[in-house]
């Protein structure tokens, strides 16, 4: 049977490389598309762990991962913050969302007070200067380094050419920050913010001083920044919806590609099969041969598809600022779609190739 498997293969090299393709797409939608949701969001959440505050202060249309450049806190809950017992710092952070530079993704640009925002986080800056006009900006290390920018350089915000005037350190918050004056006037949102970064003077007590938070200021969002969880697919609105649309997708075009391709395949050896049931071969044996086959060419579109996933998930990650993180589990996921869809796709054409009656099989030109 495997000779014979690997015969029909080979006869039709053009066929066999058309299905490959198609399975090796579905492959790449699971493992690229999923890998760049983690890597984004965790690498977003691990920037935002590392700002040093133990609580944010919020409304309930603002937020970490808020997909909206809504300012709808007023700075001057911070003069409030600091009365509560138990507040050390409190530094306004407002946040605007825009289209990534290189045109993959978003980006999220912060406006901040800059000297109290470093003492909370420990950011330094380690070439340059810090911003002092409204069309000035600083940017972390790593965004200087993809982005090939140094200080002098100009970089699209607001659709505007700003210049950078520092590169920081250490990796806190968004890559690209301004003055939070400035976004505030971008935005038209004066004595607005996004959040409040609260830092305590004993970060064991926190819970307490977020209760007091709540009872001082209720009706706002209080919550402890170390509760922002990691693996986080599944903890974002709308991203559960989006992956398993990607994954009926990378199915359904999987599928199809191997049922045309083995439709067309039984058609053309349809005195083929007459021959082998003319010798005796059964139903189940027919069948074999036909998931065998598919089953092959899915095998191989895996490999494929994953080694192409790999390549384009480290040239993005080497020409933008993006991050990519391929999960074990979702490469599992994306080998047993790939292999699935192979099965699933041969089988109404092999249960047809079996039911062929041998003597009109044998007659057919």
């Given at each position: 049977?495997?000779?014979?498997?690997?015969?029909?293969?080979r006869q039709r090299p053009m066929r066999t490389l058309i299905s490959v393709i198609g399975v090796a797409l579905g492959v790449i939608l699971v493992a690229l598309n999923t890998g760049?949701?983690?890597?984004?969001?965790?690498?977003?959440?691990?920037?935002?762990?590392?700002?040093g505050a133990e609580i944010e202060f919020s409304r309930k249309s603002g937020g970490v991962l808020s997909p909206q450049s809504i300012m709808?806190?007023?700075?001057?809950?911070?003069?409030?913050?600091?009365?509560?017992p138990g507040v050390a710092i409190v530094t306004p952070v407002g946040r605007h969302v825009q289209s990534g530079n290189s045109g993959l993704g978003f980006e999220?640009?912060?406006?901040?007070?800059?000297?109290t925002y470093s003492t909370i986080s420990g950011i330094q800056i380690v070439e340059g200067r810090i911003f002092q006009t409204e069309d000035e900006v600083i940017i972390d290390r790593f965004k200087a380094q993809q982005n090939r920018l140094k200080v002098g350089s100009s970089i699209q915000v607001f659709g505007k050419n700003l210049k950078v005037a520092g590169i920081y350190a250490p990796e806190a918050g968004s890559r690209t920050k301004i003055s939070l004056g400035a976004l505030q006037n971008y935005l038209a949102a004066p004595n607005k913010c996004t959040s409040l970064m609260i830092k305590v003077d004993d970060p064991s007590k926190q819970e307490e001083v977020q209760k007091r938070i709540d009872a001082a200021l209720p009706g706002n969002v209080v919550v402890l920044r170390r509760d922002l969880s990691f693996g986080s697919v599944g903890s974002v609105p709308g991203i559960k919806g989006f992956v398993r649309a990607v994954l009926a997708l990378s199915i359904v075009v999987s599928s199809l590609v191997i049922l045309l391709a083995m439709y067309t395949t039984i058609t053309e050896r349809t005195r083929e099969i007459g021959i082998l049931k003319s010798l005796g071969a059964s139903k189940r044996y027919i069948i074999a041969v036909i998931e065998k086959e598919a089953i092959t060419i899915s095998f191989i579109g895996v490999l494929v598809g994953l080694i192409v996933a790999?390549?384009?998930?480290?040239?993005?990650?080497?020409?933008?600022?993006?991050?990519?993180?391929?999960?074990w589990s979702w490469i599992l996921t994306a080998g047993l779609i790939g292999l699935g869809a192979g099965v699933i796709g041969a089988i109404y054409p092999a249960i047809r190739a079996a039911n062929q009656d041998p003597v009109k099989a044998l007659a057919y030109e």
């Open positions: 049977m495997d000779s014979l498997v690997i015969s029909n293969i760049l949701v983690e890597g984004i969001l965790n690498d977003r959440l691990r920037r935002e762990q590392g700002l709808s806190v007023d700075t001057r809950y911070s003069d409030r913050l600091k009365q509560i999220v640009v912060e406006g901040i007070d800059f000297n790999f390549i384009a998930g480290w040239g993005i990650e080497k020409n933008t600022t993006l991050q990519i993180e391929f999960h």
